[in-house]
């Protein structure tokens, strides 16, 4: 007995989602449609491929070889299915991203607005999270990150950049004074980001190439786990904020804060898409890539975001 396309993509969600009732979710069927593929590819199979427990869905040995291939028919499918609609230009099928939200709603929404107007036959599912989260575990096709990229199998393309600064509200400043080099910054109070890594730690760009990244360690007046928040806190004085340009823009335009320590500069990075490493990229993909890679610079250079 083959199984059917179905429980084929059913046991990919189950892996990526880390069980049957995610996968259910996001599948959007009955987690007991989803049991019942289970069985039926474990069936054809002739193995057990997903070991279940009361608190975890894992794939077994043979499981995790099936999913691989599995992942590769399936995109292969997809592939065909997309090849077969070029004749009439139409994009079609379920398309995954992952974006911060405060980035989103700034600068990125009304690109993906623009995309899902021109091809309303893309499924697209547009998950907004200021936390990183995993590409293959949550089977997204794309993600915007943005800072450093850590070392990983994904591919990437950069987009921008992303300046960082220093920033306090004037009243802050007039009330408790401005630092005049990073070392006076554990004494003043600041304002940390609570996604970060190390929320209490602030790293420097070196002067040189040949130094290393300075590293200041605070005790955070306030830790707070979204950028546009912070930006807010900042401006009504409480504390100094190490934020995007992308986020500050109109705040320092207008005067609200002000840039501080401005010979300082806090790592900062890029803005990049990134995808999971496939041996071609689907005409639908590579069409929203285009899009952002083409509407992102001029929407944040409107904004006065690209360059400190």
Known sequence: MKPSLEALSTFVAIVEAGGLSPAARRLNIAKSVASKRLAELEEAAGTELIRRTTRHSQPTEAGTAFYARAKRILSELDAALEESACAEGTLRGPLRVTAPLTFTRLYL????????????????????????????????????????????????????????????????????????????????????????????????????????????????????????????????????????????????????????????????????????????LSRKLRTLLDLVAARLPQHLAAAGALEA
């Open 109 to 280: 929404g009304r690109i993906f607005s623009e995309f899902a107007v021109a091809h309303p036959e893309v499924d697209l599912t547009l998950d907004c999270d200021d936390r990183r989260v995993d590409i293959a575990s949550g089977g997204y096709d794309l993600a915007i990150r943005i800072g450093r990229l850590a070392d990983s199998a994904l591919i990437a393309r950069r987009l921008a950049a992303a300046p960082v600064l220093l920033v306090a509200s004037p009243a802050y400043l007039e009330a408790h004074g401005a630092p005049s080099a990073i070392d006076e910054l554990p004494g003043h109070r600041c304002i940390a980001y609570g996604n970060a890594p190390m929320a209490h730690q602030w790293r420097f760009e070196p002067a040189n190439a040949a130094d290393q990244s300075a590293v200041v360690t605070l005790t955070p007046r306030l830790t707070i786990n979204n950028g546009e928040i912070i930006c807010d806190a900042a401006i009504a004085g409480l504390g100094i904020a190490s934020l995007p340009l992308f986020i500050v823009a109109g705040a320092l335009k207008d005067g609200r804060l002000v840039r501080v320590l401005s010979g300082a500069v806090p790592e900062g990075g890029a803005i990049h898409a990134v995808w999971p490493s496939r041996p071609a």
